[in-house]
């Protein structure tokens, strides 16, 4: 079912639209095109892609893995393809899978090659290409990023191979709960979706084949076509199907159920939700993102490491994909479900916003205002401000609100965690500030 032609790519419409980069590559025969480093996860079309591009172009294909290849397999690609050029004016498209997997020497072997344009390089790598791939390399290549493709392009792709001569030929018939289990399993993987949909096609078959006795001659009318149904995906593929849309409501359960597990401070639940969520096809990006958000909602100065390990946690998973990123996620959801809480720093800015909005601000005082520019000290700016690192307190009686709010309190620390230390050292600071 692998496309021949770009046209025939599922997804990846960004990519694909007329007139872009992929676009004027697959119609260039001339050898001319940019190389290109195809950046996404697994089954989104990175080696279909190329494929297409070399076979729309007529040029020379040739695909190297940078788990099995080495400097001398890339050397002797470089060599014919300067060949092939000179002699047969003929162009190559160098497709390398996982580049990331090449070493800085070996990356360093496809430079010439590239720079001279003896090959067009169609890189393809699940990882950051920033962090995996050369910056001479990264300079002369254009990047494009992959998506995983969407609910209803794998719904395409699906029929498409139950129905298509080079598929299945119209032998099974997919039912529409089979359909959207082979796409809730698929997760955006398109080779994981034909993959499993070819293993429940089997055991349709199989099971319509096993009716009668061994040697017996059925006199019945045709066999009807065999149904690919719900049970068959969950035999076939071997694993339970949870119940869980990702725009329906088990999406938004589950997700809350997560959130408010971390929040309530039970690691245990959190991580059950976290497996559901993953296991359902959920896109790490955005549990990660919703981990990021905790930290600094639910957790905040209680434990300012929360925040940062989120972050790290969401550009690990950013970097290595799935399954590996689900390692991070899990540590990052234990440290802020088992984190101090505080929701101080929310309830501070949202009650700050709320004066805004109503109006409640004021005029900046005149010792805090910007001194700098021609004018600003006849207008009196910046005239009695204190500078904080000239008192051996550190802390100067100043006022900094408008006078409209000059006694407002938007930040009240909780005594859990590092706020304790954080309520003590700043009420002796509004002491000393607001000269009380």
């Known amino acids: 079912m692998r496309p021949r032609s770009l046209d025939e790519v599922v997804g990846q419409r960004k990519l694909l639209r007329p007139g872009s980069p992929l676009r004027q590559l697959a119609s260039d025969s001339t050898g001319s095109a940019v190389s290109l480093i195809l950046w996404g996860p697994p089954g989104t079309g990175k080696t279909t892609v190329a494929q297409a591009i070399a076979h729309s172009s007529g040029r020379r294909f040739v695909e190297l893995s940078a788990v099995t290849a080495g400097i001398k397999d890339v050397r002797t690609v470089m060599e014919r393809a300067l060949n092939d050029r000179d002699l047969y004016d003929i162009a190559t498209v160098l497709f390398l899978d996982e580049i990331h997997r090449f070493t800085k020497a070996q990356q360093d072997a496809l430079l010439p090659g590239v720079e001279n344009g003896w090959v067009t390089l169609v890189a393809a790598t699940t990882e950051n290409p920033s962090f995996s791939v050369i910056s001479p390399l990264m300079s002369r290549s254009l990047l494009l990023t992959l998506e995983p493709l969407t609910d209803d392009d794998l719904r395409e792709l699906l029929s498409r191979a139950v129905s298509d001569p080079r598929g299945l030929r119209g032998e099974v018939e997919l039912t529409p709960e089979a359909l959207d289990a082979l796409v809730q399993l698929a997760s955006g993987d398109a080779r994981r979706a034909l993959t499993a949909l070819e293993a429940a096609a089997a055991s349709a078959m199989t099971g319509n084949t096993q009716d009668d006795e061994p040697g017996e ?220």
């Open 217 to 436: 001659v059925s006199t019945d009318a045709p066999t009807e076509t065999p149904r690919v149904t719900l049970e068959i995906v969950e035999a076939s593929v071997d694993r339970a199907l949870l119940r869980y849309d990702r725009n329906g409501d088990q999406h938004y359960d589950v997700v809350s159920a997560f959130i408010k597990s971390m929040r309530g401070s039970d690691p245990d639940a959190a991580i059950h939700y976290l497996a559901r969520m993953l296991e359902a096809g959920e896109d790490p990006r955005f549990i990660a993102r919703r981990l990021m958000v905790h930290a600094a909602e639910d957790v905040g100065m209680a434990d300012p490491q929360a925040l940062p390990i989120a972050v790290a946690a969401a550009e690990a998973t950013q970097m290595i994909g799935l399954p590996e990123a689900r390692i991070p996620l899990a540590e990052a959801t234990i440290y802020i479900a088992t984190a101090p809480k505080s929701g101080a720093v929310i309830a501070a800015i949202d009650a700050a916003i709320a004066d805004v909005k109503a109006g409640r601000f004021g005029l900046v005082p005149k010792h805090l205002r910007d001194a700098h520019y021609p004018g600003a000290k006849r207008l009196g700016h910046g005239k009695g401000y204190l500078y904080p690192h000239n008192d051996p307190r550190g802390v100067s009686t100043q006022q900094y609100l408008p006078d409209e709010l000059k006694d407002r309190v938007y930040y009240s620390p909780t005594t859990h965690g590092n706020e304790r230390d954080v309520s003590e050292r700043l009420e002796k600071i509004r002491r000393i500030t607001r000269g009380s």
